[in-house]
């Protein structure tokens, strides 16, 4: 919001104050002079009574998730170019989807350039919103109509609506609970905080907030992360919820006090920020992926060391093609087939020093640092050390050694929200086919144990590793996901 865009918008506000402080009363007609006696006296009529603002029905909760990502959540395309205030700005240099939250311009705090976003990346001089808390909704309406700021061609009513009715009666000043260095306050309850997360968070996120990355390897994000590095964030996603996670209850509506969320944040910050073990086990699948890296034009230098394997590309840079989803390369499900390479498998290197798989990533023809960071390489080797023999749990004829029972009721509890009830809500084929959660366990099942194990690369999927599943919960639930659809 621009001087222009404030100073509109404050005269629409002063405007509806104005008219409340004088109870809605029209100025008393100015006195005239008395008729003419020849003149019959003129006759008026008394002065409308103004009418008192009307009083805005809607969710404050549902327009605090809009302020955060209203895209997302209306589940619209982002409009094309910046918004059209971004251009008098200099600082911030993001661009696209960005420039059309309203966080991104006024900030988790809602003081815009008198708050955290004062300075740094994502400073913009824009004012913030914090001063209309409490006041008339309506103004606040109006102001998101207007020039140069008018959402209306993007957002229905009612959404805009909720925007205001969140922005008059939904902020929450958090100078109380965020401290110096961005680090919670003193007094916060540890033991409190934790109870109110294990009571609400705990079956999303899991025992030590890293049950997902909403990021991705490139720069890992679970609940650890964003509480240390943006407390006023992860504030107002804990009050309002997480646009798009229908899942994510918001503090507001659970009851908890104000003073409360000093205990969330107190705990929150106490949670890891990495998840090595996990991290690694997506890059094994696919670190592009997981990276967000660019695809490579070149195939990986040992590839032309083998003549079985025809693929080209990405795939000859993903260690899973070249050492299997069972860990046992030659000797174990790409012995034959069109994925053979004759590479041999990782299994055997597990009992192997850091330094010594360290080397042997960065080694000649096999060197991983001119694309993944020294922590994505220690990723990369903490998963390695910790592999697993999946023989136990799948057989060669691809049945697994699980309780179908008991996998159903994980699968309902973790998966089903996003997989559906059948497996059949997301499509995994990019061709003609058809490729669902079913499809995949019955004609590979190691890919499958991977990918509940350690989340999906580039999807802020569950890992179950750190949801504090066993291998054999994990089994369970693949022993049920073979019984769902296949087509």
Known sequence: MNKKMFALFAVVLGVMLVIAACGGQAAAPAATEAPAATEAPAVTEAPAATEAPVELSGNALRGGMLYDNWIKVLGVDTPEGDQPLWATQTT???????????????????????????????????????????????????????ENHDFSMYMDDQSLTDIALFLANGQFDSAALVGEGKAAAAGGSMENGQAIYEENCIDCHGPNGDGMNFADESGPEYVGTIANDNPWEFIHKVRNGQPGADKMPAMVDVGISDAEYLDIL???????????????????????????????????PLWATQTTNTRTGNDTWRCKECHGWDYLGAEGRYATGSHATGFPGLISSAGKTPEELTAALKSENHDFSSYLNDDQIAALVAFNQQMQDLKPYINDDKTVNGDVAKGETAYKANCASCHGEDGRAIDFDDGEGKEFVGTVSADNPWEV???????????????????????????????????????
């Open 92 to 146: 911030n240099t993001r661009s696209g989807k960005d420039t059309w939250r309203c966080k991104e311009c006024h900030g988790w705090d809602y003081k815009g350039v008198d708050g955290a976003y004062g300075k740094g990346s994502h400073a913009t001089g824009f004012v913030g919103v914090a001063q209309v808390a409490g006041t008339d909704a309506n103004a606040i309406l109006a102001s998101l109509k207007s």
């Open 266 to 300: 107190t705990y929150a910050q106490s949670l890891p920020t990495s998840s090595p073990v996990v991290e690694g086990g997506r890059m094994y699948d696919n670190w592009i992926k997981a990276t967000g890296a660019a695809d490579m034009t070149e195939n990986q």
């Open 449 to 487: 144990f991977n990918k509940i194990a350690y989340g999906q690369p580039g999807a802020a999927m569950t890992a179950g590793i750190n949801m504090g599943w066993s291998w054999q919960d994990i089994t369970d639930i693949l022993a049920y996901i073979q019984t769902l659809p296949i087509e």
